[in-house]
Structures are given as structure tokens and as C-alpha cells.
């Protein structure tokens, strides 16, 4: 069975991930809130997720906890993370309130809230402008990112928004899923600058949310998908990452799987993602709450450059993986997503 799965790996340009599990990295529903009132609302709901997932399932809550279950497709692949969607329309009597999709991948199941609300109570919001400096960038250097927060102040008019926090988001080139970088406030005219450092080249978006005050008068914004270069001069590493069982009682030993890539560029071929074999990963646990890591343990990535470690649950935490390369002229360090464990 194995030699199948990279028989296959190959044959679709996907790298074999060793005995890596199904994650779910991220659920979106778009838009949020769901404008009703006037005529139908249509939703989408976007599921990323890693791991060899054959279905992804779904249903959405309503405020009166009435059931409705909705149909995902796979609309979108990387080497590493696969994006699925199911799409949902709002009639103009649809209850108004907090609503709830839950979607399951493997025995992975995640949960989001959104909100359906009276179209005429808000007013847009959007993040225009969205620019980072320099472009491209080296690796380690800092990198700005800045845009302004506005909101409709007339049919075609627009006026900062002050005050407000605007969360930074990026995805790495081959991968699919957002993940929140910073935060920052914008200033009196709605304009905001956050200095982050240059990691790899991917794609930045901003984002606002607003508060509990916000959420009632304004509708939420993100802007478009912003591209950055990172010039480095070693080869890009990544790690597949996951962890079972993700709850249970504290003292349980739970199971860390993962494969260690390396991104390779043949002269005239395309890039393809190769395992990285004998290359010593260090497993990372963070408490819950305490904002410090220690290493829990270490592995060997073996032939086709997976790894599995085994360790207790002292509490509910967040784990992770990482690679520090010894030859970063050659290779890149790399740090895998993050995975919370709870204990109770």
C-alpha cells in the first residue's frame, strides 16, 4: 500500500506524506455577515485542508438549531493543501442571528461562526491600496505592509476609518490556507503600516472585522491578494504536520506525524517537492496561555522523509515542528502549522 501512494504521489506532482493525517486549516464563509432583507443572499463556504482527505462534510446550524447540509467539491490543489467548496443561498425570510458551519475531513471536525443580518443596518466597509515595501525583499529583512481602512460615507464616497484593527494575513507560495502574521490600528485617516520580517515569497491580504459595536453598523473587508519575493539563497524546506488525538485526559500519549520537503528546480523542469531524509526535526510544545515553547523530543526523518514521534499530554497546548538547517547557504530552516491538543 505504500509503494502505491508514492507511485501515485508522483504521478499527480504531489509529495508522498509519510503517514501524515488529515488537518483542517481553515473554514471561511464568505461573505460574513450575510446581507438579507432584500433579495437572496448567496454564500460560500471555503474549506482548506492537508492530508490525503477523499470528502470533506458539512452542514450549517441555524439560530434555531434546524440543520442544513451542504455539498462540498475540490476546486483547487497544491502540493500540500487542497481547497474545498460548498455554496449556500439565504432566502429574504431567513432567520436573522448567529449561525454556525461545521465541516469534518477524516475524524477531524472543525466549527465557525458567522453572522445573517439585515442588509440595511450596515454600512461597507473595504482595505484599499494594500502595498508592501521593498519589493522583493531578502530574507530575514524587514518588510512593510500598509493600506487604509474605509468605509461607504455615500453611494461612490469613502472616509477612513480610525481606531480600528486590521489583521495581516499571508500564504505561502503552494499553499492555500490564511494565516494571521500581525495586527495593527489604523491611524486618523484610516491608513495603517505594520513592519513585519521577510520569511518566504506568498501572498499578503488584510483584514477587518471590527468589534462587537463595529459588527452591527459596518460589514467586515479583506483586501485582494498582494504577491512578495523573498530573495534566499538556500532551498525551501516544509513540513507536514499532524497530531491525534487532538482532546482527551492529560498524561495521554498522543501520536506526531510528518514528512520534511525540500523544494527542487531542475534546470529547465518544473519545481517539484522531494523528501528530505536524515534530517533531525525537533518537536515544540507551547502551554496554553504561557507564550513559551520547550522541545519535547527529536526524529530522524527516514527515506521518504517522515517522521513519528510519540509524547504525553501534560495539558492542553500548542505543538509544533521544526527544522534547523545546519547548511542554510543549502537548505532553509522551516517550522511546521501549528496543532492544539486540549486536555480535560
Known amino acids: 500500500m505504500r509503494t502505491i501512494r508514492h507511485l501515485l504521489a508522483r504521478l499527480l506532482r504531489r509529495p508522498a506524506l509519510g503517514d501524515a493525517l488529515v488537518e483542517i486549516?481553515?473554514?471561511?464563509?464568505?461573505?460574513?455577515?450575510v446581507p438579507i432583507g432584500g433579495e437572496d443572499a448567496a454564500v460560500t463556504v471555503d474549506v482548506v485542508t492537508s492530508g490525503p482527505a477523499d470528502e470533506v462534510r458539512g452542514e450549517l446550524t441555524a439560530p434555531d438549531e434546524s440543520r442544513t447540509?451542504?455539498?462540498?467539491?475540490?476546486?483547487?490543489?497544491?502540493?500540500?493543501?487542497?481547497?474545498?467548496?460548498?455554496?449556500?443561498?439565504?432566502?429574504?425570510?431567513?432567520?436573522?442571528?448567529?449561525?454556525?458551519?461545521?465541516?469534518?475531513?477524516?475524524?477531524?471536525?472543525?466549527?465557525?461562526?458567522?453572522?445573517?443580518?439585515?442588509?440595511?443596518?450596515?454600512?461597507?466597509?473595504?482595505?484599499?491600496?494594500?502595498?508592501?515595501?521593498?519589493?522583493?525583499?531578502?530574507?530575514?529583512?524587514?518588510?512593510?505592509?500598509s493600506g487604509r481602512l474605509e468605509a461607504a460615507t455615500g453611494k461612490d464616497d469613502w472616509g477612513g476609518l480610525p481606531e480600528r484593527t486590521v489583521t495581516l494575513l499571508f500564504r505561502a507560495d503552494d499553499m492555500l490556507a490564511r494565516r494571521e502574521v500581525a495586527r495593527v490600528v489604523t491611524g486618523r485617516?484610516?491608513?495603517?503600516?505594520?513592519?513585519?520580517?521577510?520569511?518566504?515569497?506568498?501572498?499578503?491580504?488584510?483584514?477587518?472585522?471590527?468589534?462587537?459595536?463595529?459588527?452591527?453598523?459596518?460589514?467586515?473587508?479583506?483586501?485582494?491578494?498582494?504577491?512578495?519575493?523573498?530573495?534566499?539563497?538556500?532551498?525551501?524546506?516544509?513540513?507536514?504536520?499532524?497530531?491525534?488525538?487532538?482532546?482527551?485526559?492529560?498524561?495521554?500519549?498522543?501520536?506526531?506525524?510528518?514528512?520534511?520537503?525540500?523544494?527542487?528546480?531542475?534546470?529547465?523542469?518544473?519545481?517539484?517537492?522531494?523528501?528530505?531524509?536524515?534530517?533531525?526535526?525537533?518537536l515544540w510544545f507551547d502551554p496554553a496561555g504561557s507564550g513559551a515553547g520547550a522541545v519535547q523530543g527529536s526524529a530522524t526523518t527516514g527515506s521518504n522523509g517522515g517522521f513519528t514521534l510519540r509524547k504525553k499530554v501534560p495539558s492542553t497546548g500548542d505543538w509544533h515542528v521544526r527544522f534547523d538547517s545546519q547548511a542554510p547557504a543549502q537548505r532553509r530552516s522551516s517550522k511546521s502549522p501549528v496543532r492544539r491538543l486540549t486536555a480535560s
Do not use: N
Open 189 to 282: 485617516s484610516g491608513r495603517f503600516d505594520a513592519t513585519v520580517t521577510a520569511t518566504e515569497s506568498g501572498f499578503w491580504s488584510a483584514e477587518f472585522r471590527g468589534s462587537a459595536e463595529d459588527r452591527a453598523r459596518l460589514t467586515t473587508a479583506r483586501s485582494a491578494e498582494v504577491r512578495s519575493t523573498v530573495r534566499s539563497a538556500g532551498a525551501l524546506t516544509r513540513i507536514a504536520y499532524s497530531a491525534k488525538p487532538q482532546s482527551g485526559r492529560p498524561g495521554r500519549k498522543a501520536t506526531h506525524t510528518g514528512t520534511l520537503l525540500v523544494r527542487v528546480e531542475p534546470a529547465g523542469r518544473p519545481a517539484r517537492w522531494d523528501p528530505l531524509p536524515q534530517q533531525r526535526v525537533l
Open 25 to 33: 486549516e481553515s473554514v471561511e464563509v464568505d461573505p460574513d455577515p
Open 69 to 145: 447540509p451542504l455539498r462540498f467539491e475540490r476546486v483547487e490543489r497544491t502540493p500540500f493543501e487542497e481547497r474545498w467548496r460548498a455554496g449556500h443561498v439565504f432566502g429574504r425570510d431567513a432567520a436573522a442571528g448567529r449561525w454556525r458551519v461545521e465541516v469534518a475531513a477524516g475524524d477531524v471536525v472543525e466549527e465557525r461562526e458567522f453572522e445573517v443580518r439585515a442588509e440595511e443596518r450596515s454600512r461597507r466597509s473595504r482595505i484599499d491600496g494594500l502595498e508592501l515595501s521593498p519589493d522583493p525583499v531578502d530574507e530575514g529583512s524587514p518588510l512593510t505592509v
